[in-house]
């Protein structure tokens, strides 16, 4: 805890010294590295107090401790070189850690409630995922069309049409996968009229 306490006032001291250089999207080699430092060594001490648990709780606090190392080491990445990529990756990192908690969580239920719980966990991943992707698209085109020619506009405003368009095929199919999961808790005429009202639903 005593290391831990001196890592975030290290952190605290460089970060000030580098106000300036956060300003401009660029963090000193030291500061860069201490404040990556600061992640490790959280991640470990989250990990350690995992240890507290057992079974499956453990497990879940793993992944939790896994994925803020994953998205802290993203949005650090972000601060020393922002951009429209660096915050699409920030958001994937949170996707994928929330998808990797949600995950562990569904081992806490049994059969079709368990499968039905990850295909949910992924829809959700999904989702955040195609925000994303049609999100940086989206800003990648407004870019485009405040510094390129008239052609490269119309083009970087069809890849965002695109991408938008993608990322509600890719939602739907998603949703889908979780509708024909539920499906299985029935059988017979049920589970034959519950896929019939999923394919209707989603237009499949």
Known sequence: MKKLNINAIAL???????????AEGTLSKNDYKVAKEKISADYKAAKTACKAFSGNAEDICVAEAKGGEKVALAELKATDKPGLKATYEVNVAKAEAAYAVAKERCDDKAGNAKDVCVKEAKAAETTAKANAKANKASADANVTANEKSSDARGDASKQSADA??????????ANYAVAKEKCDAFSGDAKDACLNKAKATYKK
């Open 164 to 173: 938008r368009q993608d990322a509600t095929e890719d939602k739907v199919d």
């Open 12 to 22: 605290a001291v460089t970060l000030a010294f580098s106000a300036s250089a956060m």
